[in-house]
């Protein structure tokens, strides 16, 4: 599993965040969080990099795997989790759900796209999750 400060992860989440502005700037603040999902999936596989979309999420309570109806909507290249939200405004739900999301797949970093913005920028949140190790500026790994 990738760190948090990987290289690797930094490039992929650069990435990202660079072809969800191309698809912003290409389609505009007006669709479907669908539409927007799958353009960017064309786009980061176009760069050669593995995206799962839709991915089930299942819910292991007291060693049962549940299947409780929650999906990623990407997963790229097996470390960024990526939510897409189409929203006049973020609300602190939608980080939860990302980092409820980090926390059950032990990805280390997480990116909330909105795409109901003037401009891309103002729609992207990085999260990183401070159980998949490595060290984040300032802090020290988990014991």
């Known amino acids: 599993m990738a760190l948090i400060g990987d ?9 990202i965040i660079g072809r969800a ?17 799958a353009c960017l999936a064309h786009e980061l596989r176009e ?3 593995s995206v799962d979309e839709d991915v089930p999420l299942p819910l292991n309570y007291k060693g049962i795997k549940l299947e409780c109806g929650y999906r990623i909507d990407l997963r790229v290249n097996g470390c960024v989790i990526v939510e897409l939200k ?4 973020l609300a602190p739900i939608h980080d939860a759900q990302l980092m409820t999301y980090l926390k059950l797949t032990g990805s280390p970093v997480g990116l909330l796209l909105n795409f109901k913005v003037p401009v891309m920028v103002q729609g992207i949140k990085r ?14 790994p988990k014991k």
């Open 127 to 140: 999260k990183m999750n401070p159980d998949a190790g490595g060290n984040v500026a300032g802090s020290s």
């Open 86 to 89: 189409c929203v006049t405004k």
């Open 21 to 37: 502005i191309a698809v912003h700037r290409a389609l505009g603040p007006g669709l479907l969080e669908s539409a927007y999902a």
């Open 47 to 49: 760069l050669g990099l």
């Open 7 to 15: 290289p690797e992860v930094n490039r992929v989440t650069g990435l």
